[in-house]
């Protein structure tokens, strides 16, 4: 038995170890080719000029604005519905699984050909209505709100299995009556009853729409909107290795972002259980 468990924990160190070299390898050898310019040496100017880069802040903080309305977007439509869901189970639920998964079966340049088409012939045929405002508005490079909706859709499905799965470890039902009982409106039950009880979730949630904005690149190009993804691939035909510096740079800034999240998570769950 304990030459069993010996093996089993070999193998399990060899799959663990060639996992990490197949993630590591490439990692590093990005890193090399970044510092390691020939006829110089070793040296970090791709990192020193980052921060200095034409268009670098503007990318960055565009797609930090578009991951931040996402995720409230997203959540807010996502946690009354299977809320909703839990309290009167039925084929409703059935429902809103099938809409919050059809993302994943269509793929991103129908998605996007089909939003391109609406954007360029709303405001020809709508010019002399309200709507032609609108149409614009959601255009706007600033914000494009366009990009925000694009982006609900897509983080959909990941939204509704992250928050689906935290749901079903909490009674739903017994907490929204307990709470009721005692006077809570149902305003009150949702915020302080059933989001505190969902915080890892909900943590989980906001990272991978977080994840899922700042890697898209199909939609905003398509699109004609510089998002981070778009500019690092602009800048990537005339500073090769200032844009694969950038791309090791947004990716540490997503793991340490997981590991917020993650560790918040885990400090709120040991905190309730302490109470």
Do not use: D, H, P
């Given at each position: 038995m304990a030459a069993?468990?010996?093996r089993a924990r070999a193998w399990h160190?060899?799959?663990l170890a060639l996992a990490g070299l197949y993630f590591a390898v490439p990692l590093v050898a990005s890193f090399v080719f970044t510092v390691d310019v020939p006829g110089q040496g070793l040296t970090g100017?791709?990192?020193?000029?980052?921060?200095?880069?034409p268009g670098f802040l503007d990318g960055l903080g565009l797609s930090l604005l578009l991951a931040a309305a996402t995720i409230v977007?997203?959540?807010a439509l996502v946690v009354p519905?299977?809320?909703?869901?839990?309290l009167r189970p039925g084929r409703l639920g059935s429902v809103i699984e099938v809409l919050c998964t059809l993302p994943l079966v269509v793929p991103p340049i129908a998605f996007v050909a089909g939003i391109g088409s609406i954007l360029r012939l709303g405001p020809e045929r709508l010019s002399h209505t309200p709507l032609y405002q609108t149409f614009l508005a959601v255009q706007d490079e600033r914000f494009p709100l366009a990009l925000v909706l694009s982006y609900t859709v897509l983080a959909l499905p990941f939204v509704f299995r992250s928050l689906d799965s935290g749901l079903r470890a909490v009674d739903v039902p017994t907490l929204t009556e307990a709470a009721r009982s005692c006077g809570a409106s149902w305003w009150q039950v949702l915020v302080r009853v059933l989001l505190p009880n969902l915080r890892s979730s909900?943590?989980?949630?906001?990272f991978l729409t977080l994840a899922l904005v700042l890697g898209e690149y199909t939609i905003a190009r398509i699109l004609t909107f510089e998002t981070f993804p778009?500019?690092?691939v602009k800048v990537s035909g005339s500073e090769a290795r200032l844009s694969v510096a950038v791309s090791l740079l947004s990716l540490l800034i997503t793991w340490l972002l997981l590991l917020a999240l993650s560790s918040a998570?885990?400090?709120?769950t040991k905190n309730e259980e302490k109470r």
């Open positions: 069993l468990t010996r160190g060899f799959v100017q791709a990192y020193t000029r980052i921060l200095g880069a977007l997203v959540l519905a299977l809320v909703a869901v839990r909900l943590a989980g949630a906001a778009v500019w690092i998570g885990t400090r709120t």
